[in-house]
């Protein structure tokens, strides 16, 4: 394998995290950049929570929790105290995860734009890898559901994602500009992933920040998008839940068609190799491999198998 | 003793909270009032922390740490990891602390005044006093060094108050208007009582506020100062070196000329006994009593010994 392979993937949370520990196994890890959705990013009492990035960092660094946020045998002194104080605590903060969302603040409240902060975080933690927020600015992801529009965590955490999602909202889109590093790690890039994320809530947040559709579309290295619906079901998440909401096919297709004209390759789980004609009927050349990252082993094959397919990487 | 005595204490931090500690065994506890000090109160990455209030109401509870402030036994999960990922650890917030500040945050972010959060932190410590804060409006102490103007807590803890002070400014006191309830304990006090506190950071600052000194000085109820100075020393903090500083008198004299026409009693330490004819000369009765508050039951016998000499409670 070519050690220099630039490998630069569009990541929302857990899924892109578990991609992105395989990645690292297969490629120079200081070669290896992820662009990071900043549309969970929230205000929890006065800290700066940045849900995506930091699984991304924890699952890097090795001490992701067992669900896949968090941090492993993390303590929850301070939410029991909170609790204690009558404070709701639907948001499962650790201990150590607080010193996270504390650093990340006091930087924040020194002037440090959100990707300074990002950099020492993961710095802090021994990744070698770039992780980069799409965006230094406020670009979050507000979810129109029949109750009425509702921050990310408030849908996905608080309300369980209970709610039926009818559309979303980028408020902060218009205004929002590519954080320093974004278009230059996607123009340089030797291969461009598209994670196996949620296309309406982690990818689409990323691809509304100007400049950054139009750069992967003038991409000179192969682009691929890894399916995050295996047999008709999310592995994570309220994906399917939101394509059926919205009038989408529940299936790899389904999200298949999403990313048409963005992607030159489309990696499907074997268990949906029947749908790879309908993939190519799309425009995308389509990669049939075991998508399931079950465990560092399983991660690192994906990441060999779709790098190497696309000719990123020597098989 | 007559328990329905209502005692309104103008309160600082730790020689405060000591003073309550011993008033609430001789009167009722739920008629005791205390106007607290936030012009140390400022943001620590984010959250707000009001050390005077939590002594206050740590102190009340049982609760408060070793020195006086945070909590006893508290653990440090949060501030270590915090330190691991290089942030600088001055402010020494336990985990259990750390709850405290965040539930403020949630509340006052939820829109709620400074005084209804403090209601609510109080009730869930098992305070049945009043703990209020004397404004809900921002009211910091600046104080003024040769090096320029320091947030107190700057000067205090980050500095360990090593600068030569100058003077103090308050800019928000022409704009703070007395919370809820201040001005109604002033009025409807037996007693009122100005703690053993430093009387530029923690009293004078109470004072600045609108209405609190008309309202202290046409109270009906006797009105007592117990000295924070014993021996020429203070007995915590930087209240010595700034009354050298600013060109006062180091000692119980010294505190009591600020307080002249401001209060009726003057309770000096067996110590200072000798000063006792000064303080007289300056238009306050004097009342000599063990003023060192080591321990419960000297606290107990401070408060019991001050009220009673005033007249609030029978001797």
Chains 1, 2 share one sequence.
Request: proline share 6%; net charge negative; aromatic share 6%.
């Amino acid at each position: 394998m070519p050690p220099a392979s630039r490998v630069t993937i569009l990541a929302g949370g857990v899924g892109a995290a578990r991609f992105l520990g395989g990645l690292v196994r297969v490629v120079d890890p200081a070669r290896v950049t992820a662009i990071c959705n900043v549309g969970d990013d929230f205000a929890w009492n006065g800290l700066h929570v940045s849900p995506d990035i930091d699984t991304v960092i924890y699952t890097l660094a090795g001490i992701e929790g067992e669900f896949g946020w968090g941090l492993r045998d993390d303590t929850r002194t301070v939410l029991d105290a909170m609790e204690a104080l009558g404070e709701p605590a639907w948001f499962g903060v650790g201990d150590r995860d607080l010193a996270t969302h504390l650093t990340r603040t006091a930087r924040l409240a020194a002037g440090e734009p959100l990707s300074a902060a990002t950099a020492v975080l993961a710095s802090a933690r021994g990744v070698a890898s770039t992780i980069l927020p799409v965006t230094d600015d406020p670009h979050p992801t507000m979810v129109v559901t029949a109750e009425g529009e509702l921050a990310f965590q408030e849908y996905f955490v608080h309300r369980r994602a209970s709610d039926t999602v009818t559309g979303f909202r980028f408020p902060g889109a218009e205004a929002a500009r590519p954080a320093p590093g974004v278009l230059d790690a996607i123009a340089g890039a030797d291969a461009i992933v598209i994670a196996p994320s949620n296309p309406f809530v982690s990818i689409d947040p990323l691809l509304q920040v100007e400049g950054v559709r139009a750069a992967i579309e003038a991409a000179r290295a192969p682009r691929v998008a890894v399916s995050p619906i295996v047999g008709g079901q999310a592995i994570k998440g309220p994906a399917a839940a939101m394509l059926e909401a919205l009038g989408h096919e529940v299936s790899a297709f389904g999200v298949a068609r999403l990313y048409a004209g963005l992607v030159d390759w489309y990696v499907l789980d074997e268990q949906d190799a029947a749908l790879a004609g309908a993939v190519e009927a799309l425009g995308m050349r389509v990669h049939v491999t075991d998508t399931m990252m079950t465990g560092p082993e399983r991660r690192a094959a994906l990441a060999r198998s779709v790098l190497s397919a696309i000719g990123a990487i020597d098989a």
